[in-house]
């Protein structure tokens, strides 16, 4: 009864849509999650957008995998997950920035990505409401969007319950026994489980989970806030994301989501290392600013709530996917660096056949980019 093809640690963004697309593919798979429900760690977290807009081919061509498999949810399954196509924006007030963007370009296009370079005079008549002084013009990708993180973590859970997807909830993974190069049992507070591949997908407790299959990963977790305000017309629904520095944040970004409410977030500088989930009192007045003044008409808007959030870090900004030297049963699906959410049902697709072994030649290139034993001297644009 306790054995199992695969057993996948973590129900969240990640091993919630990998369990999904086993389970449709026949594989007896069991989900182990310490939360009481699917998506209550760092899922419930998301601000819900979904991008393609990266800077390397493996983040690219995984999303747009993640975006037809959003985009085409409720038409195909039914279930009301909140899809919008609003596109992403990253507007260019210095020289550094329009360069880096347009450069970029070259690469995006190259793998299918549909976005293009607008000038200031036509950014500013698709973005009117934005601060035109120093404008130099921005980018715009009008195939990415947005969608509702509960909506979407509970219509793949229970497409994976329709498919015999086993998930034990409030169970705790507290050891792994190997022999060999083998792991021959996950072992939890409340029983024992047999499975022929074991599965990472654990988010911001990835490096504690790897460890104890005796594997080491370049997972460390920083926190991000994020907020939500009152519901409105709609105004925005393009994800902005300003990437000028300014004291105590690298970058923010925020959207309108089809529901109404403007969402926001920001990456904070230097980095909160560690996994403090407690809001601040400095976060809403420091984004506050940012966005009144990149985007006046919004200064009258109310905030609901605010809270906060783990992006599991990796050196160069990439996640780390894909079976290990030393366990050969043991596969990594860990540090999605704060874009699970939208890497998740791409990369649960790939990387479902990438462990039932029918990955195309192209996909395991995909694949490959994200291997452990890769030298992490990269460094994601988009971070």
Known sequence: MNNYDVIIIGAGSVGTPLAMYLGRAGKKVLVLDEKPSPGQGQNKRAIGGIRATHSDRSKILICQKSLEIFSTWEETYGDPIEWEKGGYSYPAYTETHEKTYKELLIKQKKYGLNIDWLDRDDYLKMFPMINPEGLRGGTFSPDDGSASPMRSINAFYFNALENGVTFHFREKVIAMEKKGTQITSIRTDKGTYHGDVVVNAAGGF????????????????????????????????????????????KNYYFYQHKTGQFIFCITPSPAILGKDERPTSRFLPQISRRMIDLMPILKNLNVRRTWRGLYPNTPDGFPIVGFTRDVENYYNMVGMCGQGYMLGPGLGYYASKDILGELSTQEKEILNDLTLYRDFSGQEAFK
Request: charged residues 20%; negative net charge; without cysteine.
């Open 206 to 249: 990835a490096a504690e989970v790897a460890r104890l299959a005796g594997i080491d990963v370049p997972v460390n977790p920083d926190s991000h806030e994020g907020g939500i305000t009152d519901a409105v017309q709609p105004i925005l629904p393009t994800m902005i994301v300003d990437m000028r520095e300014a004291p105590g944040s």
